[in-house]
Protein backbone atom coordinates (compact mmCIF):
# COMPACT_ATOMS: atom_id res chain seq x y z
CA UNK A 1 0.00 0.00 0.00
CA UNK A 2 1.65 3.37 -1.19
CA UNK A 3 0.77 6.46 1.72
CA UNK A 4 0.15 9.59 -0.22
CA UNK A 5 1.55 12.59 1.21
CA UNK A 6 0.43 15.56 0.02
CA UNK A 7 2.48 18.44 -0.69
CA UNK A 8 2.19 21.01 2.03
CA UNK A 9 0.11 23.51 -0.69
CA UNK A 10 -2.71 21.45 -1.40
CA UNK A 11 -3.65 20.29 2.16
CA UNK A 12 -1.12 21.39 4.74
CA UNK A 13 -2.72 19.22 7.85
CA UNK A 14 -2.40 16.27 6.28
CA UNK A 15 0.97 16.10 5.76
CA UNK A 16 1.53 17.26 9.58
CA UNK A 17 -0.59 14.54 10.72
CA UNK A 18 1.22 12.04 8.91
CA UNK A 19 4.67 13.58 10.24
CA UNK A 20 2.97 13.42 13.55
CA UNK A 21 1.85 9.77 13.32
CA UNK A 22 5.08 8.57 11.84
CA UNK A 23 7.22 10.30 14.39
CA UNK A 24 5.64 9.79 17.41
CA UNK A 25 5.31 5.74 16.28
CA UNK A 26 9.09 6.10 15.59
CA UNK A 27 9.98 7.56 19.07
CA UNK A 28 8.13 5.39 20.75
CA UNK A 29 9.04 2.00 18.64
CA UNK A 30 12.90 3.64 19.89
CA UNK A 31 11.84 3.98 23.30
CA UNK A 32 10.64 0.95 23.55
CA UNK A 33 13.46 -0.68 22.15
CA UNK A 34 15.68 0.21 24.34
CA UNK A 35 13.77 -0.76 26.98
CA UNK A 36 13.09 -3.73 25.74
CA UNK A 37 16.58 -4.33 25.26
CA UNK A 38 17.74 -3.04 28.20
CA UNK A 39 15.15 -3.26 30.65
CA UNK A 40 16.02 -0.22 32.55
CA UNK A 41 12.97 1.45 34.21
CA UNK A 42 14.66 4.79 33.17
CA UNK A 43 13.74 4.17 29.42
CA UNK A 44 10.06 2.60 30.75
CA UNK A 45 9.91 6.01 32.26
CA UNK A 46 10.90 8.10 29.03
CA UNK A 47 7.93 5.77 27.90
CA UNK A 48 5.51 7.17 29.87
CA UNK A 49 6.44 10.33 29.65
CA UNK A 50 6.76 10.53 25.80
CA UNK A 51 3.10 8.63 25.99
CA UNK A 52 1.66 11.81 28.13
CA UNK A 53 2.63 14.07 25.57
CA UNK A 54 1.74 12.52 22.68
CA UNK A 55 -1.54 11.23 23.14
CA UNK A 56 -3.22 15.03 23.48
CA UNK A 57 -0.95 15.24 20.46
CA UNK A 58 -2.18 12.71 18.42
CA UNK A 59 -5.67 13.15 19.82
CA UNK A 60 -5.37 16.59 18.36
CA UNK A 61 -4.41 16.19 15.13
CA UNK A 62 -6.93 13.36 14.68
CA UNK A 63 -9.84 15.15 15.29
CA UNK A 64 -8.58 18.02 13.20
CA UNK A 65 -8.28 15.41 10.08
CA UNK A 66 -11.61 13.82 10.94
CA UNK A 67 -13.36 17.76 10.92
CA UNK A 68 -11.67 18.18 8.06
CA UNK A 69 -12.73 15.02 6.56
CA UNK A 70 -16.20 15.93 6.65
CA UNK A 71 -15.95 19.67 5.58
CA UNK A 72 -12.94 19.58 2.96
CA UNK A 73 -14.20 18.52 -0.49
CA UNK A 74 -11.85 16.19 -2.92
CA UNK A 75 -9.53 15.37 -0.41
CA UNK A 76 -11.32 12.46 1.57
CA UNK A 77 -9.62 9.34 0.64
CA UNK A 78 -6.01 11.37 1.77
CA UNK A 79 -7.63 12.30 4.78
CA UNK A 80 -9.14 9.25 5.68
CA UNK A 81 -6.01 7.18 5.10
CA UNK A 82 -4.17 10.00 7.18
CA UNK A 83 -6.49 9.20 10.01
CA UNK A 84 -6.12 5.62 9.90
CA UNK A 85 -2.45 6.18 10.21
CA UNK A 86 -2.77 8.03 13.27
CA UNK A 87 -5.19 5.36 14.37
CA UNK A 88 -2.92 2.86 13.89
CA UNK A 89 -0.59 4.07 16.99
CA UNK A 90 -3.50 3.08 19.16
CA UNK A 91 -3.00 -0.29 19.17
CA UNK A 92 1.33 -0.60 18.37
CA UNK A 93 0.98 1.55 21.42
CA UNK A 94 -1.04 -0.56 23.53
CA UNK A 95 1.17 -3.15 22.31
CA UNK A 96 4.39 -1.78 23.43
CA UNK A 97 2.62 -1.37 26.89
CA UNK A 98 1.50 -4.66 27.80
CA UNK A 99 5.55 -5.77 27.04
CA UNK A 100 6.62 -3.40 29.21
CA UNK A 101 4.27 -3.93 31.98
CA UNK A 102 5.08 -7.40 31.71
CA UNK A 103 8.92 -7.11 31.82
CA UNK A 104 9.04 -4.56 34.35
CA UNK A 105 7.26 -7.29 36.61
CA UNK A 106 10.60 -9.32 36.69
Not at 40 to 57: D, E, H, K, R, S
Amino acid sequence: MKIVILKKENLPLINIGQKVAFGSFTIGTIIFLLFYQTELMLYAFVGFIFFIIAIPLNTIFLLRLLYQLFTTKGHQKQILITVLIVLLNIPISYIYYIITIDLAKY
